[in-house]
């Protein structure tokens, strides 16, 4: 099977509406590398396409890489400003070596993938079941991705959280020993939905499992609340710690997406962050 039949089985299997249709010449689900007219070899899923996942996606002999974040550290993985990039020039060369196609999956699997009936967020639902979750979720639509979990601390649920996805530590703003039962996992928290999510702490969400979170908007929020006795609190473990179990939850469909007899696998891009303590 050619890799350019991968990917047209998989947009095939995938619902087509993320915020609207999803066209072809303005999705983000993008060839960023390489050959597609190529009989597929092996395909990694991962949510970065990193250089050690480039190395590794190698060695097991896999010629097609489907991630679901850019390639080249901007969106819509430009690369007009890179060609004199020392960055840009080595991962070029090592993708051109390893022979290796890189397809972006993003607005397909957010659009969802068929299970019981339904097309559901596979990215988030991958999360959910990574964290033993899927019980637990909630229905709200004002809380697309929220649970309501065995009464916790937030201490204590971001151990979970560590242990569970395999991070290297995270960050707790608020209050610590705030007592949580609602937990959100809100969208990107950079100044365009924050007063969404302050309504829904305001209205019973005790924690928030954050992506991104601005210091000057929400962050400030979930401090003042907490200093105020209102028991909340925010989680911070990172963009691609919330999204990468929705990659590794792909395999689950990826061999009937396909019918593709391929090895296929998932390589984690792994927790970014390095945390250095007093």
Not at 124 to 141: E, Q
Not at 146 to 159: G, H, M, V, W
Not at 169 to 197: E, K, Q, Y
Not at 198 to 218: F, N, P, R, S
Request: hydrophobic letters at 40%; aromatic letters at 8%; glycine letters at 10%.
């Amino acid at each position: 099977m050619l890799i350019s039949e991968v990917i047209d089985r998989v947009k095939a299997y995938c619902g087509n509406d993320w915020d609207g249709p999803i066209y072809d010449d303005t999705t983000r689900d993008k060839v960023l590398w390489g050959a597609t007219d190529v009989e597929c070899t092996g395909i990694v899923t991962t949510c970065f396409a990193s250089a050690d996942v480039i190395r590794e996606a190698a060695a097991r002999g896999a010629n097609l890489i489907i991630c679901h974040e850019a390639l080249f550290w901007n969106h819509g993985d430009h690369t007009c400003w890179l060609e004199n990039n020392k960055t840009f020039q080595a991962k070029r060369a090592l993708l051109d070596e390893a022979g290796i196609a890189v397809w972006r999956l993003h607005d397909h699997i957010h659009s969802g993938a068929p299970e019981d009936g339904r097309f559901v967020d596979s990215i988030f639902m991958g999360l959910a079941d990574k964290l033993g979750w899927r019980g637990y979720v909630t229905g709200n639509p004002d809380r697309p991705m929220s649970f309501e979990i065995p009464e916790t601390s937030a201490l204590d649920l971001a151990r979970f959280l560590v242990g569970r996805l395999g991070l290297n530590g995270t960050r707790i703003v608020g209050d610590a020993n705030a007592r949580v039962r609602t937990v959100m996992v809100p969208t990107h928290l950079i100044g365009g939905s924050d007063n969404m999510v302050t309504a829904q702490m305001d209205a019973g969400v005790d924690c928030l499992v954050t992506m991104e979170a601005t210091d000057y908007t929400t962050s400030e929020y979930v401090r003042d609340s907490a200093q105020l006795g209102l028991g909340k609190a925010m989680i911070c473990i990172g963009h691609f710690n919330v999204e990468e179990p929705g990659m590794e939850y792909m395999l689950r469909w990826l061999p009937e997406a396909t019918g593709a007899n391929v090895p296929m696998s998932f390589v984690p891009s792994g927790d970014p962050w390095t945390y250095v303590l007093p």
